[in-house]
Each structure stands twice: as C-alpha cells, then as structure tokens.
C-alpha cells in the first residue's frame, strides 16, 4: 500500500477546482506544478495561475489568463503542457445558467524574438472547442497536439464528442474532430499512455456515477471499452494522471 504524504499548504491560499500541470525542474526536492485554476474561497474568483513548489507549497504568480471575448473570466477544464514547454487550456466561460456556455481556449507562449517584452511569456486566445466542454478532461497525444474529450455546454446534457487542436507555425490553430467516446461522461480522470488515451468514471448522460473506462487507440482512431468496472469509491474522479 502506498503511503500518502501531507504536503504544505499553498502560500498563495485556497483554491477551487482547476488544473495541476508538472513541469520540469531540478531546484525542488518534491518538484513543482503549474496550477490554473479559481483562486480565493468567494464567489465566481478571477481564474489565476501560480507555480508551486510542493516541497515548501510556496506559490509563485504566473502571467494571468485573458478574459473571454465577453468578458467573463475563463473556467479551465483541460490544459496541458505541449512538448515544445507551451502551456494550452481550454474551457469555458463562468455564465451561470442553462444557456449554452461559451467555449474558450489559450496558448501560453514565449513572445516573438525582438519583441520589448521578450522575458515575458504571455496568454494569447485561440479559438474555442466545436461546444463547451465544462467538466471536459484533456491530455496531450504522441504526436504533439492537444486534446480534449466530453464536459458539457449547459447544466444538464454530457458530450461524448472529442477534438484536438493543431497550433501552426505562423500562428494558426485549429480543432480537429476525433471519434467520439462510447459514453458521453463528465468530471472523469484521462491519461495518456503510451499512444493511447484512458478515460474513466465521471458522470454520464442520465447516470449520475459511470463505471465503465475506454482507452482510445491513436494508431487507429478508435475506441474500446475494458472489460472493467470501477469500484463505488472510485467513481467521482475529476483528476487527471491516475495512472503512473
């Protein structure tokens, strides 16, 4: 049985839901993270994101995202760290409501050379997923690109539609349709793993807990459901990387 280590608190204080990204570094002995996510313990809080040293919890303020095309701020649900060190999130808007929620995406990036703010990198808006996906999982795929799988676009309905995104190199981006789940589930764990993508629990469409996981085959683009069920206190799983 593995042992559970009680980390330090974060200096930068609570945080609500979000995204936890390790990067890679050497002047930490537990490593660090990236977390994006909704800081603070009020009501609709700005989406922030710190890099954490999880051997101190110390937190260090990272470049903000970049509200919404409307304004709002922008709830992640997926982000990932590309092979290049660019850090891509996609999500939604924070409307609260039943309406359809507006979806969103970012890259964070270095600035172009020359540019005066070279040190810096900086948030810049992509086009949003094909429909919102709160609650959606993503991971990056063995060839690069950024993916995303299920959430929702109002309070009621799961997806089991899938995309990942392609970043050009003049600057443009686009999303790309891939076969969709055999389950539409939200708030579940993804991972992936040598070619494939693993999603599992969460919730589904008219069912409250799902059991089932599929693994998604890159080389064919094609899913397939394991011959598994998830344990009752398994099945809420809203993380990622449950499976080292």
């Known amino acids: 049985m593995p042992s559970i280590r009680l980390l330090s608190p974060l200096s930068c204080g609570p945080w609500a839901g979000g995204v936890a990204i390790a990067i890679d570094e050497t002047h930490s002995n537990l490593g660090q993270v990236i977390i994006i996510g909704e800081s603070g313990a009020v ?79 900086q948030w810049r808006a992509l086009p949003g997923t094909s429909v919102g996906r709160h609650g959606g999982k993503g991971c990056v795929l063995s060839d690069g690109r950024f993916a995303v799988f299920g959430g929702k676009d109002n309070c009621i309905t799961p997806h089991s539609s899938c995309e990942a995104l392609t970043l050009d190199e003049d600057g443009g981006a686009r999303w790309d349709a891939l076969s969709p789940m055999h389950e539409a589930r939200t708030a579940f764990a993804c991972e992936a793993i040598g070619g494939c993508v693993i999603v599992a629990g969460g919730s589904g469409n008219g069912v409250a807990r799902l059991r089932t996981v599929e693994v998604y085959e890159e080389a064919v683009g094609r899913w397939r459901m394991l011959p598994c069920s998830l344990h009752t206190d398994f099945i809420w799983m809203a993380g990622s990387a449950l499976f080292q």
């Open 43 to 121: 009501s609709d809080p700005p989406t922030d994101m710190q890099k954490v040293d999880l051997a101190t919890g110390v937190c260090t303020p990272q470049p903000s995202l970049l509200p919404s095309q409307d304004g709002l701020p922008m709830k992640v649900n997926a982000a990932a760290r590309l092979p290049d060190g660019r850090v891509v999130c996609a999500g939604t808007n924070q409307f609260v409501g039943f309406d359809p929620w507006q979806a969103v995406a970012q890259v964070l990036e270095p600035p172009e050379p020359g540019s005066p703010t070279e040190a810096n990198w």
